[in-house]
C-alpha cells in the first residue's frame, strides 16, 4: 500500500449551476474522491458564467449543500468585470480568461479587455489563461508587462512546452499544467481513433480542447516534464448522448482516471511517485495558494491491475475516454480531515462535508 497526500485539481468544470445533466457538486465531488483528489478548483464557464457577486454567491450556495470535498471557485473574466473581479479576488479560486474558443461564453477577443483585467487582479493567485499556442504568448507577454503571475492551462503542443522552458529560464513568472489526455492520447488516437474507434464511438467523443496532439508533442511533454508545474484534469463531463449527438461538445472526464494513470505511468518507469506529489500537490497549493488538509490522505493498491470501466464511476456524463484501458494502482481509501471519505468503491463523505478553502 502507498499513501499519498490528497491530490488537488486545478482545473475541473463541475457544470453546476446550469447543466446538472451533465454534473453537479454532488457528483463531480464524489468521482474526485473516488479518484483520490480531495480539493478541486471549479471553473467559471457554468450557465450563468461566475463573473459577479450575485454568480459567485449562486456557485458557492450549491457547492456548500453538496459538495464532499474541499473546494474553490474561479471567477471568469468578462468584458466588463475587471473592477468587481478584483474586489472579489479573495473569495475565488483565481482568474480564469479565455483567449480561444472552447465550451461556453466567456471568450475575448480583444486584447484591451485583456488589458483590464492583467492591470487590476491583484496578483496573490494567478490569472488562468486558456490560451493556445500565439494567444499563450501573447498572454505571457501581457503578464510581464503587468508584472502579475499567469498560470497556462492544459498545454498539449511541442511549441508551447519549448516556449514556457525559455519563459522560465529567463525568470519570467509563468507555471503551466498538462493533462492527461494530451499525456496519453494522440490524434488520431488508437482508442478514439479517426472516427472514434471501435464499435458505438462515435467521432464526437475525441472532441477536446485543446484537441489532442500529435506523437512529436505528446513526446515534447514527456520530454520536458521538469517544466510542467502541476497535472490537471480539465474534468469537463457531457453526456454521451450528447457527444454522439450533432455538434458534439468539446471535453472529456477525467478525476477517476487521473491517478490510475499517473501510477501506471510509475509502474513504466516514466515518472516518479514524488512527480506526482510536487505536480498535484506541493506545486497547486503553492501556486493557487492553498491551505493544507490536516490529517489528509489517499491509499493506494499499487498492485491492483484492472480495467477502466466508466460503468463503475461516479460522474453522471457516463463514458470515459481510457475505457477498457489496463491499469495499475487503484484508490482503496481517502481519509479527508480526519474522516473516511472513500473506502473500497464506496464514498462514504456526505454531501455538504466538503469546504470552500477560500473562506476565512
Ligand atoms: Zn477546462
Redesign the pocket.
Same mark, same amino acid.
Given at each position: 500500500m502507498i499513501r499519498l497526500p490528497g491530490l488537488i485539481d486545478p482545473?475541473v +468544470?463541475v457544470r453546476e449551476p446550469g447543466q446538472t445533466h451533465k454534473e453537479d457538486w454532488d457528483t463531480a465531488t464524489a468521482t474526485a474522491l473516488a479518484g483520490g483528489v480531495t480539493m478541486i478548483l471549479a471553473?467559471p464557464n457554468t450557465r450563468p458564467p461566475i463573473f459577479d457577486e450575485s454568480t459567485l454567491a449562486l456557485a458557492l450556495d450549491s457547492a456548500r449543500a453538496k459538495a464532499r470535498c474541499d473546494y474553490a471557485q474561479y471567477l471568469g473574466a468578462g468584458p466588463d468585470n475587471a473592477a468587481e473581479a478584483a474586489r472579489l479576488a479573495p473569495r475565488a479560486a483565481a482568474l480564469k480568461m479565455y483567449l480561444d474558443s472552447?465550451f461556453g461564453q466567456l471568450r475575448l477577443d480583444d486584447m484591451t479587455l485583456w488589458m483590464e483585467h492583467f492591470r487590476r487582479w491583484p496578483g496573490q493567485t494567478p490569472i488562468v489563461t +486558456?490560451s493556445e499556442s500565439r494567444s499563450m504568448a501573447a498572454a505571457i507577454w501581457m503578464a510581464q508587462l503587468f508584472e502579475k503571475p499567469i498560470h497556462i $492551462? +492544459?498545454i498539449s503542443l511541442r511549441e508551447e512546452i519549448l516556449l514556457i522552458k525559455e519563459a522560465k529560464a529567463r525568470g519570467i513568472k509563468v507555471t503551466c499544467e498538462v493533462c492527461p489526455h494530451h499525456l496519453f492520447l494522440t490524434s488520431p488516437s488508437p482508442i478514439l481513433g479517426e472516427n472514434g474507434g471501435g464499435p458505438g464511438r462515435g467521432p464526437g467523443r475525441a472532441e477536446v480542447r485543446p484537441r489532442l496532439a500529435a506523437q512529436a508533442d505528446v513526446d515534447a511533454l514527456w520530454e520536458n516534464l521538469d517544466v510542467i508545474d502541476c497535472f490537471a484534469t480539465?474534468h $469537463?463531463p457531457h453526456t454521451l448522448a450528447e457527444k454522439d449527438g450533432e455538434n458534439p461538445p468539446p471535453?472529456f472526464p477525467g478525476l477517476e482516471t487521473l491517478l490510475p494513470l499517473l501510477l501506471t505511468a510509475v509502474d513504466d518507469r516514466r515518472l516518479t511517485i514524488d512527480d506526482i506529489i510536487q505536480k498535484s500537490v506541493v506545486n497547486p497549493r503553492k501556486i493557487f495558494q492553498l491551505p493544507e488538509q490536516p490529517e489528509t490522505w489517499v491509499e493506494v493498491d499499487e498492485n491492483a491491475r484492472y480495467e477502466l470501466k466508466a460503468s463503475e464511476m461516479r460522474s453522471r456524463c457516463g463514458w470515459s475516454p481510457f475505457e477498457g484501458w489496463q491499469v495499475r494502482g487503484r484508490v482503496t481509501r481517502v481519509v479527508l480531515r480526519g474522516r473516511e471519505a472513500f473506502k473500497d468503491g464506496k464514498i462514504l463523505a456526505e454531501t455538504g462535508y466538503g469546504r470552500n478553502v477560500r473562506t476565512t
Open positions: 482545473h +468544470h471553473m472552447t +486558456h $492551462a +492544459h480539465d $469537463a471535453g
